[in-house]
Every structure is written in C-alpha cells, then in structure tokens.
C-alpha cells in the first residue's frame, strides 16, 4: 500500500528521482547534470526574463546560472529544494547582471505618489477557497494566467516576481528599479485585482466543477 | 505607531499584504487579527489574497506563462556543460553525446538523401566502397580539377563533369589523398553488397547529381 502511494505519485516520485540524481552528481556522475536541471530549463530562464526583460540577456544568464550550479552542485545540502537553490543562483545572476549594465531605471517621483493613493477592493462576498489540487487541471492553470495578463505590466512583473519566482521584496525591487515602498504597493493591488478576478471567474464558471470545500459558501 | 481605534477598513486592505509577509509589526498584526475576526468582508479580502498568492506560487503556474524558451538553448547549455566538465578535467557523456553517431547510423541505415547530400561525408561513402576494393594500387585513374568531388574515375567516365579537365594519377596516390572510386565506372572493382547500396552511396556523387540534372 505505502509503495503504491509513492508510485502513484509522480510528484514524490520525481522528487526521488531527483535526490538519486543530485547525489550521484555530488559523487561524480557529472554526465547526469543535464539531465537534473532540465525539468527547470524553462524557469531558469523565465526567472532570468522576468528581471532582465531581454531574451539574449536571460538566455547567457540563465546558463551562467547553471553552469554556477554545476560549479558547486557538491554545496547543495538535501534541506533545500533544488529548483529553490538553482531559482535563486538565476535571480543572482540576472541581479548581478543588471548592476553591472546600469541598466536600472528609477521611477519618478509623480509616479511614486500616484502608487500611494489608495486602492479598495470591491468585491466582499465570501471567498471560496481554490485548492491547489484545481491547478492539476489544464483549463483552470490557463484562466489564472488568462487574469494575470489582464493586469497593468507594472503589477504583473512585481506580481511575477514576488509571488511566482519568490524573490523577496527588496530583489524585487532592485530588478525592476523601484523603491521598496512601490513594490509593495504595487503588489497589494496585483493580488487584490487577481482575487476579484477569480472572483469574477466563480460567476462565469471557470471553477464550477471543482470539489467545494466544506465551509466555503458560494456567494 | 497606529492607533488601536484606526484599524478599520481600510487600514486592513492597504496592510493586508504586508500581513501576508509577515511584514507588520506584532502590535498592528494583532489588531488586524481582531479587525479579521470581526469583520467578515476584511476576512474574505484576506482570504481571497491568501488564495491568489497560494495558486499563483505553485510551480506549475510557471508553465503557464507565455514564455518560450529559445530554440536550441537545451543543446547550447548542455555542450556549455560538456566543455566546462572537460576543462575542469572530469567526465562528460551525455546521452546526446551518443546520440549523434547512433543518428548517424539510423540514416545510412535509412539512406537517407540528406545524410548523402552533406559535404563533409566522405567518410561515409568511404565505408562502403574502401575496404572492400579490389582496384590495382597502380591502375591510372582521373580526377576532376574544376570541382570540389572527391571522386576519382576511369579514364573516360561519363560521369565526370570536364573530361578536359582533369588529372591523371594512380589509384593509390588517389586513395592516399582522400579520394574514393566513382561507383559507376569502379563498379567492378568494388565489393558492393548490393545493387541497392550501390545506388544509396551513388546517390552522394555529386557530379553525377548534376549530370542526371542535365548540367
């Protein structure tokens, strides 16, 4: 019964695979690094876009990033998550990357103001909790980025970066070139405007087969 | 410091995502926390934005995400992998490293005209015709001096391209500069398996491409 569970998991089964992979490498085996990077390629690099916003730019640092990682693959320690541990390596480079070129850009001051004036939601029904368990579906994970890029680019990329690529709030804002206190304004609203959208989304059906949580009232 | 009596509304939507990061301090997040329990709307503004963040954080949203990763970055990052395990003098051999020779295989295999068409493929028309000939190292031969065919020929062949332009010499000092036998005209010389082999290599002789063309 255990072993059935860890079969039928693909997830806990790629995590196993993948431990089997990082020590191996660690021991040597260095021809099977590209094989344990590959499933995040596409993150690598999306994290290295997401700060740089230039493809030739992301593409060269997002291989430094791993050719980093691969330097020092014998450094990673099983506590972390490796897609966590080669993520931030990408988010560094791209930083370092962006220091370098002076490419940062600092907001104006009309703009700082016009992010401090308050912003309320509308929508106060009851929230219907979605479960993680929804994204395993195709159509929902398609509505959610749907909404997302229904925002303003200035909140998507904080948005992105915070709460998708888990940089922290002060990464965030040296990567976009704005001040700490824009991010976070920036990014109440993002998450603000996507919950009302979800909300919205309830309305037209986008959730109407998923499983109610028990406690959780429609509105 | 904020005063007890101003956690209201509004207070709780322009805080509430700084609540969710932990990035408030205990004596306003204890207030909120109070403001949350009393006030169903805030609760369900919270929630909702607990929900967002949990949904959107999930590593398969990144998948989502209209971002494409360039053509051939997977093969540029793995050969950059490769050089760098080779300079810091460990092994390297990845499963494209073995797959290049085994695709070649698949299309000599296949006689694939692309395979054939390559320039760089001597080798492989060599492998069929070269070991096993029985072409006297001494018999004259010609070779073609207004092309790039690494052909050599029997004098009078009709497939190549400029009979007045050619050179003679033998079929060994031919072979040792890297020119293998036209298969038309050193047919009967060579230990081709079968008709069908013949016609696979033959389809790689480039001056008789441009003969059947009507050059």
Same mark, same amino acid.
């Given at each position: 019964?255990?072993?059935?569970?860890?079969?039928n998991?693909?997830?806990?089964?790629?995590?196993t695979?993948?431990?089997?992979?990082?020590?191996?490498?660690?021991?040597?085996?260095?021809e099977?690094?590209?094989?344990?990077?590959?499933?995040?390629?596409r993150?690598?690099?999306?994290?290295?876009?997401?700060?740089?916003?230039n493809?030739?730019?992301?593409?060269?640092?997002?291989?430094?990033?791993?050719?980093?990682?691969?330097?020092?693959?014998?450094?990673?320690?099983?506590?972390?998550?490796?897609?966590?541990?080669?993520?931030?390596?990408?988010?560094?480079?791209?930083?370092m990357?962006?220091?370098?070129?002076r490419?940062?850009m600092?907001?104006?001051i009309?703009?700082?103001?016009?992010?401090?004036?308050?912003y309320?939601?509308?929508?106060?029904?009851?929230?219907?909790?979605?479960?993680s368990?929804?994204?395993?579906?195709?159509?929902?994970?398609?509505?959610?980025?749907?909404?997302?890029?229904?925002?303003?680019?200035?909140y998507?990329?904080?948005?992105?970066?915070?709460d998708?690529?888990?940089?922290?709030?002060?990464?965030?804002?040296?990567a976009?070139g704005?001040?700490?206190?824009?991010?976070?304004?920036?990014?109440?609203?993002?998450?603000?405007?996507?919950?009302?959208?979800?909300?919205?989304?309830?309305?037209?059906?986008?959730?109407?087969r998923?499983?109610?949580?028990?406690?959780?009232?429609?509105? | 410091?904020?005063?007890?009596?101003?956690?209201?509304?509004?207070?709780?939507?322009r805080?509430?995502?700084?609540?969710?990061?932990?990035?408030?301090?205990?004596?306003l997040r204890a207030?909120?926390?109070?403001?949350?329990?009393?006030?169903?709307?805030?609760a369900?503004?919270?929630?909702?934005?607990?929900?967002?963040?949990?949904?959107?954080?999930?590593?398969?949203?990144?998948?989502?995400?209209?971002?494409? +990763?360039? @053509?051939g970055?997977?093969?540029?990052?793995?050969? =950059? !992998? /490769?050089?760098?395990?080779?300079? #810091?003098?460990?092994?390297?051999?990845?499963?494209?490293?073995?797959?290049?020779? +085994?695709? @070649?295989?698949?299309?000599?295999?296949?006689?694939? =005209? !692309? /395979?054939?068409?390559?320039?760089? #493929?001597p080798?492989?028309?060599?492998?069929?015709?070269?070991p096993?000939?029985?072409?006297?190292?001494?018999?004259?031969?010609?070779?073609?001096?207004?092309?790039?065919?690494?052909?050599?020929?029997v004098?009078?062949?009709?497939?190549?391209?400029?009979?007045?332009?050619?050179?003679?010499?033998t079929?060994?000092q031919?072979?040792?500069?890297?020119?293998?036998?036209?298969?038309?005209?050193?047919?009967?010389?060579?230990n081709?398996?079968?008709?069908?082999?013949?016609?696979?290599?033959?389809?790689?002789?480039?001056?008789?491409?441009?003969?059947?063309?009507?050059?």
């Amino acid at each position: 019964m255990a072993l059935n569970a860890v079969v039928n998991n693909p997830e806990q089964a790629g995590t196993t695979r993948e431990q089997e992979l990082i020590a191996r490498v660690q021991r040597g085996h260095n021809e099977l690094f590209y094989e344990l990077i590959r499933p995040y390629e596409r993150r690598v690099y999306a994290a290295a876009l997401a700060i740089l916003r230039n493809e030739t730019d992301a593409e060269d640092v997002a291989q430094e990033a791993v050719l980093k990682a691969f330097a020092h693959i014998r450094q990673f320690r099983a506590e972390a998550r490796f897609s966590t541990w080669l993520i931030q390596i990408t988010v560094n480079e791209a930083l370092m990357r962006r220091r370098r070129e002076r490419t940062v850009m600092m907001e104006g001051i009309d703009e700082r103001r016009a992010e401090e004036s308050g912003y309320a939601p509308r929508d106060f029904a009851d929230w219907r909790e979605i479960p993680s368990e929804a994204l395993e579906r195709k159509e929902v994970r398609q509505k959610l980025a749907d909404a997302l890029a229904t925002l303003d680019r200035k909140y998507r990329e904080v948005f992105v970066l915070r709460d998708m690529e888990q940089l922290n709030i002060q990464e965030t804002a040296e990567a976009l070139g704005i001040s700490v206190a824009s991010v976070k304004t920036r990014l109440l609203r993002a998450r603000l405007m996507l919950r009302e959208l979800l909300a919205a989304g309830w309305e037209r059906g986008w959730f109407s087969r998923l499983p109610f949580e028990k406690g959780n009232k429609p509105w | 410091m904020v005063d007890r009596e101003a956690v209201n509304c509004e207070l709780a939507w322009r805080e509430i995502s700084n609540y969710l990061e932990g990035d408030v301090d205990p004596a306003l997040r204890a207030r909120m926390d109070e403001h949350f329990r009393a006030c169903k709307h805030c609760a369900s503004v919270l929630e909702g934005a607990r929900n967002v963040i949990a949904l959107y954080s999930d590593e398969r949203m990144i998948d989502e995400l209209a971002i494409e +990763v360039p @053509a051939g970055f997977g093969r540029r990052l793995e050969r =950059r !992998l /490769a050089q760098t395990a080779r300079l #810091s003098g460990t092994r390297w051999s990845s499963w494209s490293a073995w797959l290049v020779p +085994v695709a @070649a295989l698949a299309l000599i295999a296949g006689g694939l =005209r !692309l /395979a054939n068409s390559l320039s760089d #493929s001597p080798p492989f028309k060599f492998s069929q015709a070269q070991p096993g000939h029985d072409i006297p190292p001494g018999m004259v031969v010609v070779v073609s001096t207004d092309t790039d065919s690494k052909l050599f020929h029997v004098a009078g062949c009709p497939f190549i391209h400029d009979k007045n332009k050619v050179r003679t010499l033998t079929a060994k000092q031919a072979i040792e500069q890297g020119y293998t036998p036209c298969l038309r005209c050193m047919r009967k010389y060579l230990n081709v398996a079968s008709d069908h082999g013949a016609e696979l290599v033959g389809d790689g002789d480039s001056e008789a491409e441009e003969l059947s063309a009507g050059r």
